[in-house]
């Protein structure tokens, strides 16, 4: 359809009036009364004519043709009806446009709707993670930051005791270490799981400290008796022979030699090993410092917690005592 208004023009009346044209007569077409209407003295009268021609058009003006959309925020999806009326006005050809105009806004709809809901997913959790009930379960378990880090340090040294390395048992135990006196002095200490957790990682560490030294422990092949036994016995040529080549000079000296070696590289394993042990002791007498006094200024929970502590506090001191007795007399024998 065209852009166009029609103009209607006013009433066209006929050109006879209505007595002449009832009667086939030939009118005078004087208006307001024809000539033979006033000289026989009756009324005369003209009808609209039945065909009007087409009427004039005339081209609307741009603010017509294009009325103005008021503008509204991108959040407000939904067009007037009259928008889309004048979108059909302009054809077939432009039904591509409209479709995915309306593909498009169906895909920001659905945008918005999922920023929505996400959003509030996420307020909910945060609240529900700021109730009371919530606080008081992590508080209660001893907390979770903590707890994880003394399973974590019982893990790797049941991992490190597997292994077998003493490399790796070494690093182990130093790590190890790190993390427990990091639990000591956390205010997550003073709940009752998490000190027993930390006594039980210092008794892993011993444990593997323990395993460690029996790494380093000296391997004798041959005794000076039975060698002894073996030079002096009475036999064959062959045990003679034998006796006669360990008792030479260059074989005592490579016999020196090899023994001084194993024993230097011993008492460095064994140097190491109590380097270990005096961390591990630090760590227990860091424990021992922090459950053995009772503040009188805490609360219920924190005598709780020393009840609890107690007896584990003796047994890692009596542990640590025979553990670093071991140590000395492997150095000294």
């Known amino acids: 359809m065209d852009s166009y208004n029609y103009h209607t023009p006013s009433q066209k009346l006929k050109d006879s009036c209505d007595p002449c044209s009832s009667s086939k007569l030939r009118c005078g077409k004087q208006k307001p009364t024809c000539a033979r209407c006033a000289a026989l003295n009756q009324q005369c ?49 432009n039904s591509s446009i409209l479709a995915s105009q309306t593909e498009r806004n169906q895909q920001q709809y659905h945008q918005q709707q999922y920023h929505q809901q996400h959003h509030h997913h996420q307020q909910h959790q945060q609240q529900t993670a700021d109730t009371p009930l919530h606080r008081d379960a992590s508080a209660e378990s001893g907390g979770g930051d903590c707890t994880g880090t003394a399973i974590f340090v019982m893990e790797q040294l ?86 006669l080549m360990q008792s030479s000079p260059r074989n005592a000296l490579i016999n020196s030699s090899g023994s001084s070696s194993s024993s230097s590289s011993r008492s460095g394993n064994s140097q190491g090993g109590m380097e270990d042990l005096a961390k591990i002791a630090k760590v227990i007498l860091q424990f021992t410092d922090r459950y053995h006094h009772q503040d009188p200024q805490a609360g219920t929970g924190w005598a709780r917690t020393i009840r609890l502590v107690a007896p584990m506090v003796t047994l890692l001191r009596s542990r640590l005592q025979s553990v670093t007795h071991e140590a000395a007399r492997r150095m000294v024998l």
């Open 45 to 93: 009268s003209y009808s609209p004519a039945r065909r009007s021609g087409r009427p004039h058009r005339v081209r609307r003006s741009v603010s017509q043709q294009c009325p103005v959309v008021p503008a509204e925020s991108s959040g407000n999806l939904i067009e007037p009806a009259g928008y889309f009326d004048q979108k059909n006005e302009f054809g077939l050809h």
């Open 158 to 243: 049941d991992t490190a005791r597997m292994r077998s390395d003493p490399t790796y048992s070494s690093l182990t135990i130093i790590d190890s270490c790190q993390r427990l006196l990091k639990i000591l002095i956390c205010p997550c200490s003073e709940q009752p799981g998490v000190a027993l957790l930390v006594a039980s990682g210092c008794m892993s560490l011993m444990d593997a400290v323990n395993q460690l030294a029996c790494y380093h422990l000296p391997r004798d092949t041959t005794t000076p008796d039975s060698s002894a036994s073996t030079s002096t016995s009475p036999g064959t040529d062959k045990s003679l022979s034998v006796g």
